[in-house]
Nanobody, 124 residues
Framework: QVQLVESGGGLVQPGGSLRPSCAAS????????MGWYRQAPDQQRELVAS???????NYADSLKGRFTISRDNAKNTVYLQMNRLKPEDTAVYYC??????????????????WGQGTQVTVSS
C-alpha cells in the first residue's frame, strides 16, 4: 500500500557531498516522522537522522554538523544533505517513515515503511 523510493546515492571522494532523497507514495493518510538509517557490512543498522512533521530533528552525535535532514510535507519526501563525507560514511542508506495509511478495504493502519536502500561509497 505504501512505497518508499530512495535515490541520490553514489560514489564520491572524501570531502565531497551527496543529497539523497526518499519519496513516499501510496494511500497515505499522514506521515509522522521520517528518517535515515545506514548499515555498513557486518554492522548493525543505525540511525543517521530523523525529522517530525513539524520539523523537529534528531541526529546521531557523530554526524551532527555535517548532515542535515529536511522534508517536503506536500511531496511526502525527505532529504539528507551530506557534507564533508568521510570513508567511514560508506554504507547503504535506508529511508524510514512512521505513518498512517489506508488499505484497499479502507481500513486505516499505523506502521513503519522502509525503502530499498541506496549505496553511498566514499573513496579516493
Amino acid at each position: 500500500q505504501v512505497q518508499l523510493v530512495e535515490s541520490g546515492g553514489g560514489l564520491v571522494q572524501p570531502g565531497g557531498s551527496l543529497r539523497p532523497s526518499c519519496a513516499a507514495s501510496g494511500r497515505i493518510f499522514s506521515i509522522n516522522s521520517m528518517g535515515w538509517y545506514r548499515q555498513a557490512p557486518d554492522q548493525q543498522r543505525e540511525l543517521v537522522a530523523s525529522i517530525t512533521r513539524g520539523g523537529s530533528t534528531n541526529y546521531a552525535d557523530s554526524l551532527k554538523g555535517r548532515f542535515t535532514i529536511s522534508r517536503d510535507n506536500a511531496k511526502n519526501t525527505v532529504y539528507l544533505q551530506m557534507n564533508r563525507l568521510k570513508p567511514e560514511d560508506t554504507a547503504v542508506y535506508y529511508c524510514n517513515a512512521d505513518l498512517a495509511y489506508d488499505t484497499s478495504t479502507y481500513v486505516r493502519l499505523r506502521g513503519e515503511s522502509w525503502g530499498q536502500g541506496t549505496q553511498v561509497t566514499v573513496s579516493s
